[in-house]
């Protein structure tokens, strides 16, 4: 099992910014990162390979970018111009599988960060 630490949530303003972190104890083909607002199931925010492929929520593309740094086996989430509907606990995932029409969670999840954006 790959042991998740997430660091980066916070209180932010509409339009603002924040940068979300996840350090993986060992490697991993894939990470993303998934949120769940209160009273709704977790989903998928964005995700990432090391081969590059990436996928989006249709709600953040455009806003977010998902990024992995293999050598640190650290996967970030650049949140710009956010919204008070982006409040939701951000977990980490790894060990999911991604492709150009699916993602589907592995079973290694982060404790979970919290972001409040508010107006």
């Known amino acids: 099992q790959v042991q998740l630490v997430e660091s980066g949530g916070g209180l932010v303003q509409a339009g603002g910014s924040l940068r979300l972190s996840c350090a993986a104890s060992g490697s991993t083909f894939s990470m993303g990162w998934y949120r769940r607002a209160p009273g709704s199931q977790r989903d998928l925010v964005a995700a990432v390979t090391r081969g590059g492929r990436t996928k989006y929520a249709d709600s953040v593309k455009g806003r977010f970018t998902i990024s992995m740094d293999s050598a640190k086996n650290t996967v970030y989430l650049q949140m710009n111009s956010l919204k008070s509907e982006d409040t939701a606990v951000y977990y980490c995932?790894?060990?999911?599988?991604?492709?150009?029409?699916?993602?589907?969670?592995?079973?290694?999840w982060g404790q979970g960060t919290q972001v409040t954006v508010s107006s």
């Open positions: 995932n790894a060990g999911g599988v991604i492709t150009s029409t699916i993602s589907v969670p592995g079973t290694n």
